[in-house]
DNA sequence: GTTTGACATATTGCATCAAATCTCCGCGAT
DNA sequence: ATCGCGGAGATTTGATGCAATATGTCAAAC
């Protein structure tokens, strides 16, 4: 758990409720609680040595963030993936980045255009994945600086939330797609060509190549998975197999 | 405001903490509960007539919404307002509100133009509020009603999600507007507008519309209350108890 | 006038009880 | 004989009360 939190960065946070919040949404991000799983407390109170009552406000939290449902009597489970979640996701993550983007270019000052190119130049000095499909903790966490600080300059707040929200979103997807193996792909001459058109303020050049770098990785995903209609398509180590619809009540 | 769920639509919520959240998402947005205004769960608890453990759910899920903060050993408080976030959020809700309506005009069928006009012949048939500033809960929720069907053919759950919160963030606003009083507008004639460059297809007529009708609204809110600046510009004059008339169950 | 200490209050977390759900097993019908 | 239906046990969730820690305030002393 290096620094996941890309939004308030207070330093004391001495609540357990806090610290689990960001170690349960780490191993949602991660995979380790697979979409879809189901969060009894019981089984997770001696995971993270906590009692129920910060588990539950922890996965109240998370609900915040979409990464978390909350059913009603039925208690709390991980948001399912599915293509058409994904679809969505790429799409919307598409038109509101652009517009964060064309906001930081239009607004972004010198110390801006130096964070970028310092978030830029850390991200290069990593390497993405090792080749056996481990991936790597410190790019990741430098591959989310990097597009928090590229948009990072626009003024909207609201804005900028909703991007973050949706990066996280799409985390879930992408380390799939990169955990899952091979992908021939060039993201270091992406990420570089994109703040190259960022600092030009070439705004329609920065945006198009903004959306075909969030294209590309959803192509990788979709790539990965072939199968991803269920909403269970990879892990779900159960082998419990629920019975068809027949609830009525 | 009596349909709050516009998520997931499942129809039984018997847990106090749903039921709860219902009725202080209402008290936010009515102004009961005024910006700014901590929560103290002891007092609270009486109020709605439940625990605390359920309050402390329900004002977690409402931060969910950006409808209340929540501050490490310092517990929750209604999130307060300010001149800066009342014009991000509108800029915001100008470029995102546009984008699902865009969508929702490509993608929209016949079935979604009747639920179009049936939601603003339902909106026209009543008045916005009494001419002494009492507003019309009635309205207030055809009013929401008739925004969400407008957008609702967007084919982006995601987009729809941050329109949705956007909106109820605006009425914080708005409200305050309309209670204070006059607002020589036409409202209705900007509801009916709209609707008609959006059945007749006229994206361009009807974005625009949409983004007047959305700025219109917040002149107003700035005409009413000018000084916007600090964190809590009205109400908030009265530190000791407010009206505990809200008790239905 | 500033600082320090103590009191009162509020928030956090845990243990326990009640209610609802899920699972599994048995019975009957096709 | 197999499939559908119903009920009892077990598990899980929802909620209350209580204990412990942290915070804010007020007053007294320097």
Redesign the interface.
């Known amino acids: 758990m290096a620094a996941p939190s890309r939004i308030a960065g ?1 330093a ?4 357990l409720t ?1 610290t689990v919040v960001d170690r349960i949404r780490n191993d949602i991000l991660r995979g380790v609680l697979p979409p879809g799983e189901k969060l009894r407390l019981e089984h997770l109170a001696p995971r993270y040595a906590v009692g129920r ?1 910060p588990l ?2 922890a996965c ?2 998370l ?3 979409g990464l978390v ?5 039925r208690g709390f489970r991980v948001v399912p993936i599915s293509r058409a ?1 994904l679809l ?2 790429t ?2 993550r598409q ?2 980045d652009t ?1 964060a983007l064309r906001g930081a270019m239009a607004r972004g000052d010198i110390s801006w255009e130096g964070e970028v190119t310092a978030a830029l130049h850390r991200l290069l000095r990593r390497t993405p994945a090792s080749s056996d499909g481990t991936l790597d903790d410190d790019w990741e966490a430098e591959h989310g600086r990097f597009h928090a600080t590229l948009l990072g300059a626009c ?5 900028l939330k ?1 991007c973050a929200t ?1 990066f996280d979103q799409s985390e879930r997807y992408r380390r799939l797609a990169v955990s899952h193996g091979r992908h021939a792909r060039d993201i270091e001459e992406e990420h570089t060509a994109l703040v190259r058109a960022t600092l030009a303020r070439d705004a329609e050049r920065a945006c198009a190549l903004l959306v075909e770098h969030i294209a590309r990785t959803t192509e990788l995903v979709l790539a990965a998975h072939p199968g991803l209609s269920v909403n269970e398509p990879v892990s779900e180590s159960l082998p419990t197999k629920q019975r068809s619809a027949s609830r009525k009540a």
Not at 69 to 73: A, K, L, V
């Open positions: 207070l004391s946070e001495p609540t806090s009552t539950r406000e109240c939290r609900a915040s963030e449902t909350i059913e009603d009597q979640d969505d996701l799409r919307t038109q509101l517009l003024d909207s707040p609201w804005l909703f949706l």
